[in-house]
C-alpha cells in the first residue's frame, strides 16, 4: 500500500527539478547562448553590409526581422538564465515559475515567408534557429511548470467495512 503523507510526499523527486539539473538541459542552455552570441556578432558585423545593399522593400523587412529576431532571441535568453538560476540554487523554481511570466515566449515570431525569402541567407538561418530553439524551449517550459496532479487521497478501503462489523456487533 502506498503512503501519501506528507513526509512521503517530500520524498517524491519532481520531474521539474531534474530537468533542470539535467545534461540535456545544459546542452540547450549551451545552444541558446551561443546562438544569442552569433547573432550579435552577424547582426554587429556582415549583417550590416548585407543590409545596406538590399533594396529598400527588403531593406525594411531586414529591419523589422532583426528586431524581431533580437526579441525573440533575449527573450528565450531570460527563461534559459532563469532556469540556470534554479539549477545552482539561486532561487527555487516556484520563484522561476513567478518571474518567468515576465517571459513572453510566444513574442516576435517573424513574418511573411515571401519577405523573409528576400533576406540574407545568414539572417534566414539565424531566423529559423531561433525558433527551433523557441518551440525546444515552449516544449521544456511546458513540462517544467505544469502544476502536478495531485494524487487522489483513498482512504483505507477496509473502513467502512470494519465499521460494519463494529455496528454489528454492538447491536
Known amino acids: 500500500m502506498s503512503d501519501h503523507s506528507p513526509s512521503a510526499e517530500a520524498d517524491l523527486v519532481l520531474l521539474s527539478e531534474r530537468i533542470t539539473n539535467s545534461p540535456a538541459f545544459g546542452l540547450l542552455f549551451r545552444e ?18 548585407e543590409a545596406k545593399a538590399l533594396e529598400r522593400a527588403a531593406s525594411l523587412s531586414y529591419a523589422t526581422e532583426s528586431m524581431r529576431l533580437t ?21 527555487t523554481l516556484t520563484q522561476a515559475n ?39 524551449v515552449r516544449r521544456l517550459d511546458t513540462t517544467i511548470h505544469t502544476p502536478a496532479v495531485s494524487p487522489a487521497v483513498i482512504g ?14 454492538e447491536r
Open 32 to 49: 541558446g547562448m551561443d546562438l544569442v552570441e552569433e547573432t550579435a556578432a552577424y547582426l554587429d558585423g556582415a549583417g550590416r553590409t
Open 71 to 91: 526579441t525573440r532571441l533575449m527573450q528565450l535568453a531570460s527563461w534559459l538564465l532563469l532556469h540556470r538560476a534554479v539549477k545552482e540554487g539561486e532561487m
Open 98 to 136: 513567478r518571474e518567468k511570466t515576465k517571459v513572453k515566449l510566444s513574442a516576435a515570431d517573424p513574418g511573411a515567408a515571401d519577405m523573409l525569402a528576400r533576406l540574407p541567407e545568414q539572417l534566414q538561418s539565424l531566423i529559423a534557429r531561433s525558433m527551433a530553439l523557441q518551440a525546444k
Open 156 to 169: 483505507n478501503p477496509l473502513v467502512p467495512q470494519i465499521n460494519m462489523l463494529k455496528a454489528a456487533f
